[in-house]
């Protein structure tokens, strides 16, 4: 199992930039794959990035061009870039271990973007 803590949230306003990094401690094979996802107020949870261990990324849709995913091996950590933030982008935002079964969850952190 992995251990999981996000960092980096808060108050932002409109058009401002923000870095969300989530430290993961345990079994390094199921930190293979840290995930995003957030979850806007009165909304389901949706996956916003991934990254594996080899670097290869995936941004959502939604998120593409203005959300960046990276990692730092070394770290055991992620970091999710947040660009040219909106007021929809406000939610918790939530880190995930999806390699090994149960998956595993950080306790999130969460995002207000002002307008």
């Known amino acids: 199992q992995v251990l999981l803590v996000e960092s980096g949230g808060g108050l932002v306003q409109t058009g401002e930039s923000q870095r969300l990094s989530c430290t993961a401690s345990g079994d390094r094979l199921c930190m293979s794959s840290l995930n995003w996802y957030r979850q806007p107020p009165g909304k389901k949870r949706e996956l916003v990035a991934s990254?594996?261990?080899?670097?290869?990324?995936f941004i959502a849709d939604t998120v593409q061009g203005q959300f960046n995913i990276t990692r730092d091996n070394s770290k055991n950590t992620s970091y999710l870039q947040m660009n040219n933030l909106i007021p929809d982008d406000t939610a918790g935002y939530f880190c995930?271990?999806?390699?090994?079964?149960?998956?595993?969850w950080g306790q999130g952190t969460h995002v207000t973007v002002s307008s």
């Open positions: 995930n271990a999806d390699y090994c079964v149960p998956d595993s």
């Open positions: 990254i594996n261990s080899n670097g290869v990324t």
